[in-house]
C-alpha cells in the first residue's frame, strides 16, 4: 500500500500548491510530470500491482494526474492576471502630472474677476442657450426689421426664414437679458456671460466666436448717475484705483439713451498712443438704460420700473489687462501662450 500512500500524498500536494512564479511552475511540472518524474515512476511501479487492486490504484492515478495538470493550468492562468494588472497598475491614470500642472485660461481669469468686482454688489450670474430665437436675440430687443444684425453677413443663421421663427447662433448675449427679465422676480441685478458669434473674417481683430458678460440692473428708480457709478467702480476694480472713464453718447436698440464707455488708455496714461490711436482713450463696453419697449417686451411696466444694460467683450479687456494684441491667440491653445496666465 506504499504506493497508494504515495498517490494520496502527492493528491493532496497538488490540490494545495500555490505555484507564485512561471519557475516554480515549471519546476513542479518537470518533478512531477517529466520524463524522469513521480507520475512516470508511479505508473511504471502500477504495472507490479497485483490485480485486484489495479482498478483502485489506476483510478487515482489518474486523479492524481487531472489534479497535477489542474493546478498547473491554474497557476498559468493567474500568472497571467497578475501580468495583466501590473501593467494596468504601470496605466494609471490618477497619478498626479509631475513636471505639467495646468494654467488657468486668461478668458476664464478676466470673467471671474469680472464676476468677482460685481458679485460684491449684488450681482448674480444667468445663464441662456448659445443657439436662440429671432424673440431673444432681436425683436424683443427692439430691433428694427431691417437691422443689419439680421442680415446672413453679419450673423451665422441655423433657420432663416425671415421672420420670428428665425434661429441662429446667438450674436450678443443681450438676448439672456429678455430671458431673465422674463423668469425673474423683480429687482434684477445679474450678470450674463457667454460665447457669443459672428460671421466675420478671422483676424488678429476680429473672430467668428467671442466672449461676452452683459450686465442688467432693474429696480424701482434706477437712474443713469447709478450706471456711471457702478462702471467707474467696475473699471477701478478692473484697471487700478486711477482709472478715469468717460461715457460718449452711442446707439443701441435696446437701450436709450445708449453710450459707450472709455477707460483712459492704460498703456500711456491718456497721452496718446498706438494702442489708443493717439486719443488716449480705449472703449471697453457699451451700456445705457434699458428701452422702455424692452421693458414692455417682458411685461415689466416702465412707468414703475427702470433700468440699466451693458456689455463687454472678455477678450478686449484681457487684451488690455494682459496687453494680447492677436484674438486668434485665445483660441489656439498654444501652451507657449497659455502658460504665461
Ligand atoms: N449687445 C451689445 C453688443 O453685442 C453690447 C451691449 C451694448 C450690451 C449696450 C448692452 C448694452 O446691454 O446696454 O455689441
Known amino acids: 500500500m506504499q504506493l497508494k500512500e504515495k498517490i494520496d500524498r502527492l493528491l493532496d ?3 494545495k500548491i500555490k505555484l507564485a512564479s512561471e519557475e516554480e511552475a515549471e519546476k513542479y ?3 512531477l510530470l517529466g520524463k524522469k518524474g513521480e507520475m512516470n ?3 511504471e511501479a502500477f504495472k507490479t500491482v497485483e490485480p485486484e487492486l489495479k482498478k483502485e490504484i489506476g483510478q487515482s492515478l489518474n486523479q492524481l494526474k487531472n489534479a497535477v495538470q489542474e493546478s498547473l493550468l491554474k497557476a498559468k492562468e493567474g500568472l497571467e492576471q497578475s501580468a495583466r494588472n501590473a501593467e494596468a497598475d504601470a496605466f494609471d491614470l490618477t497619478r498626479p502630472v509631475e513636471d505639467e500642472i495646468g494654467h488657468r485660461h486668461p478668458l476664464s481669469l478676466v470673467r471671474e474677476e469680472i464676476y468677482r468686482i460685481f458679485g460684491k454688489i449684488g450681482f448674480d450670474i444667468s445663464d441662456g442657450p448659445e443657439i436662440e430665437d429671432d424673440w431673444h436675440l432681436f425683436t424683443a430687443l427692439n430691433f428694427s426689421p431691417e437691422h443689419p444684425a439680421r442680415d446672413m453677413q453679419d450673423t451665422f443663421f441655423v433657420e432663416k426664414n425671415g421672420g420670428v421663427d428665425d434661429v441662429a447662433l446667438r450674436t450678443h448675449t443681450s438676448s439672456v437679458q429678455i430671458r431673465v427679465m422674463n423668469s425673474h422676480k423683480l429687482p434684477i441685478r445679474t450678470l450674463c456671460p457667454g460665447r457669443v458669434y459672428r460671421n466675420e473674417a478671422v483676424s488678429a481683430r476680429a473672430h467668428c466666436f ?3 458678460v452683459e450686465g442688467l440692473y432693474v429696480d424701482k428708480g434706477v437712474s443713469y448717475a447709478d450706471m456711471r457709478e457702478v462702471l467707474l467702480y467696475f473699471a477701478k476694480e478692473m484697471f487700478g ?3 478715469r472713464i468717460r461715457l460718449r453718447p452711442s446707439y443701441f436698440p435696446f437701450t436709450e439713451p445708449s453710450a459707450e464707455m472709455d477707460i483712459a488708455c492704460s498703456i500711456c496714461g491718456g497721452k496718446g498712443c498706438a494702442l489708443c490711436k493717439g ?6 463696453l457699451g ?4 428701452d422702455p419697449n424692452v421693458l414692455r417686451n417682458c411685461n415689466i411696466n416702465p412707468e414703475e420700473y427702470s433700468g440699466f444694460a451693458f456689455g463687454m ?5 484681457a487684451n488690455l489687462l494682459y496687453r494680447v494684441n492677436d484674438l486668434r491667440l485665445f483660441s489656439e491653445n498654444d501652451k507657449r501662450f497659455l502658460a504665461q496666465f
Open 13 to 15: 500536494e497538488a490540490r
Open 29 to 31: 511540472r518537470i518533478r
Open 41 to 43: 515512476a508511479l505508473f
Open 210 to 212: 467671442f466672449h461676452q
Open 241 to 243: 484705483n486711477d482709472t
Open 279 to 284: 486719443t488716449g482713450w480705449v472703449e471697453i
Open 287 to 290: 451700456c445705457g438704460m434699458v
Open 313 to 317: 467683450g472678455v477678450e478686449r479687456i
